[in-house]
């Protein structure tokens, strides 16, 4: 999250790359922490591991930093630069959730250190987009203008595009925030159109929502509704709940400055329920804030002071008030009562304002008097008085210095939500590039030099020398079947990682077990089959009649069925080179339906398990296939997956004849 290294290089950088895809899970992190309990890991191995620790844990960040501490500690111990930067990075972005913008920094300033060394400008490039992202959260535009213009020239450089489109959606935000709309509005295009590109609905998503609040701002209402309205629909099927709050309030913004008082509160009260029922405490004192203004303009003060009352207890409770904790209880009670005063004043009728003013009038004359003759009798009392006034003067400077760094904490705690969701869309596709560069040198490599035979080959032709031609031509075609071969390992890539970036939670329903399995071990066969024209073997099925109906969830099933299959074709293939023509390469698979279980069976005759392997075969990161052909996660996540159906799966193997994989599930009373 002991293996050879080489087989290890393999798996973890697959191991990113569903990561970076797929974003934060905290599922896998459940599954890995179990992994790094056992304590069985050690050198490479176990970095990755705690950097998928560090990365998924979502659940505890105190855990997720421990696991970042140790990263660090492992990682400088073995003088391994790459991930000592996955440490610090991660290890920053974890004070950043705690607000200690102090020790995020210093991380974030080891990470640029380690980047370099390891020199992988994709890293230097992420941890300068992140120091920008903590100065723009404490409004230091002028730090943050400047690392960001360091992070996006190098993302261009490495064509890293989602990293480059959320840093420039950063950038935008910033100058959004500084009011600076028409230079925000081109950063957010620009983003918006490089996710679209790259087909990432969420940062499309993001894009379009800050558009909408640009549009707010500059009171086109239409565009701006429409915006939002797209970016929220998007981020609900992700169930990425922050952003939405943020944009609802924006949108009630609009309809209160519109003098629309229902609509205001419905989309203000639609981001309080949202924030409440997910306990996102920023997003809830936002929320109550603007409840609170709403029934203010509406002349309902009891109220708008309930929901005031409640926005100061959120904002306090944030964790990064303790930059002003020691005012906070005086500034709290001042606050409230306050607000109780102008409740109160404005509650009167028309009548009674005239006279208090009135009696206002009557005590400022008395008042006047009395310090005339205070004046004139008593010089102590005067100086006393004096300096009342000076002191008097203070408290209402600090309390206005108060509501100022109060209403900046407030845009900084909003800002360092929406830049941390960004932060983490800007280390998803490290991975990604870095899994699918091999393949990618390979194919420009070999283009280079047929670019230079070919050239050759031209010249020789001119001379007439076709037997170099010949030869030239010979090595031309070999070099395509090498650019062929090494383009269909990038897109098998490319396509792994879809597979397992899903999204979406499925459920379990009544599914024909049969129909099911004979579904997917026609898809693997077909599969093999477009890969490989040449491959054939005999399908046998047996399929239970009374098997019927059990409730499963079917995506699931049929893609364990699938990598079960896969690695029987696979083993009688390699047995098929090994035993010649001789050979007569099969596989059955069957289903069989006792009292209270269901038994789906994958058998064939190809090379089997060795003892030893198969001690280790449901553990991650291990493959008995050749480099670059065996991801070994495969049997992970299928064992994972039968057993959160509550089943099992057996194998029975002999080396040199063949393996059998039974898969065990539960059948409920009632199912037919």
């Known amino acids: 999250m002991s293996i050879s290294d080489k087989v290890c290089f393999c798996l973890i950088a697959f191991f990113c790359a569903i990561t970076s895809v797929s974003a934060q899970d905290q599922k896998l992190a459940d599954s890995l922490a179990r992994i790094y309990h056992e304590d069985k890991l050690a050198d490479t191995a176990k970095l990755e591991l705690l950097s998928q620790l560090s990365f998924n844990e979502v659940n505890d960040f105190k855990l997720s930093l421990k696991y970042a501490e140790e990263l660090i500690s492992l990682a400088a111990e073995a003088k391994n630069d790459k991930y000592l930067f996955q440490g610090y990075f991660q290890k920053g972005n974890k004070k950043r959730l705690f607000g200690d913008y102090q020790d995020a920094l210093d991380a974030y300033f080891r990470s640029v250190n380690a980047a370099k060394k390891a020199k992988i400008i994709s890293y230097e490039a992420s941890a300068y987009g992140a120091i920008g992202d903590v100065y723009s959260s404490t409004k230091n535009y002028s730090s943050a203008s400047s690392y960001y213009n360091k992070a996006i020239p190098m993302l261009r450089q490495t064509g890293d595009s989602i990293d480059l489109a959320s840093f420039i959606l950063n950038a935008g935000e910033a100058l959004r925030q500084n009011r600076k709309y028409d230079s925000a509005l081109v950063y957010f295009k620009e983003s918006e159109e490089i996710f679209k590109n790259i087909n990432y609905l969420t940062g499309k998503a993001y894009s379009l929502g800050n558009i909408g609040m640009v549009y707010a701002s500059t009171g086109k209402n239409t565009l701006a509704e429409n915006n939002i309205n797209e970016a929220i629909e998007m981020l609900t099927v992700s169930k990425d709940y922050y952003p939405i709050c943020d944009y609802l309030i924006s949108l009630s913004d609009m ?217 030239i031509s010979e090595e031309i075609f070999r070099n395509e079947e090498k650019v062929s071969h090494h383009g269909k390992r990038a897109d098998a890539i490319v396509k792994g990682m879809l597979q397992h970036s899903r999204p979406g939670s499925p459920e379990k329903m009544p599914t024909n077990i049969n129909a099911l399995v004979g579904e997917y071990f026609r898809l693997a066969y077909h599969a093999l089959r477009a890969k490989d024209k040449s491959f054939n073997a005999e399908m046998h099925t047996d399929f239970d009649p009374q098997a019927g109906e059990i409730n499963v969830v079917p995506q699931e099933i049929g893609r364990v069925i699938i990598n079960l299959v896969s690695n029987a074709f696979y083993a009688i293939v390699a047995k098929s080179k090994e035993a010649g023509d001789d050979f007569s390469p099969a596989v059955s698979v069957s289903t069989k339906k006792t009292n209270d279980q269901l038994l789906i069976s994958v058998k064939d005759n190809g090379t089997g398990i060795s003892a030893t392997a198969k001690e280790k075969i449901f553990q991650p990161f291990f493959t008995t296939k050749g480099p670059g052909l065996g991801i070994g996660l495969g049997l992970f996540l299928s064992y994972d997956i039968i057993k959160a159906h509550g089943g099992e799966i057996r194998v029975e193997s002999e080396e040199g004849m063949g393996s059998e994989f039974v898969v065990i599930l539960p059948v409920d009373k009632g199912e037919v």
Request: aromatic letters at 6%; charged letters at 25%; proline letters at 1%.
């Open 255 to 471: 309809y209160l400055n519109k003098g629309d008082i229902p609509r205001a509160l419905d989309y203000a009260g639609r981001s309080l329920n949202l924030a409440s029922q997910f306990h996102l405490k920023e997003q809830i004192s936002n929320g109550n804030l603007q409840l609170s203004e709403i029934n203010e303009k509406a002349a309902k003060w009891d109220e708008s002071l309930k929901y005031y009352k409640a926005h100061i207890a959120y904002r306090d409770s944030l964790n990064n008030i303790k930059t002003i904790q020691k005012m906070a209880d005086l500034r709290t009670d001042f606050e409230v009562s306050q607000k109780q005063a102008e409740v109160n004043l404005l509650s009167r009728q028309k009548k009674l304002q005239r006279m208090l003013l009135f009696a206002a009038l009557i005590v400022l004359g008395v008042i006047t008097v009395l310090v005339i003759i205070l004046f004139r009798n008593n010089r102590q009392k005067q100086r006393a008085y004096m300096l009342l006034s000076k002191a008097k003067a203070i408290t209402e400077e600090q309390r206005d210095q108060t509501n100022k760094a109060l209403e900046k904490l407030k845009r900084t705690q909003a800002h360092l939500i929406q830049s941390e969701k960004m932060t983490s869309l800007g280390e998803m596709t490290a991975g990604i590039a870095h899994e699918i560069q091999n393949p990618l040198n390979f194919v420009n490599n070999f283009s280079e030099v047929n670019t230079e035979l070919i050239a050759e080959l031209q010249a020789e032709n001119k001379k007439g020398n076709h037997d170099v031609v010949h030869a």
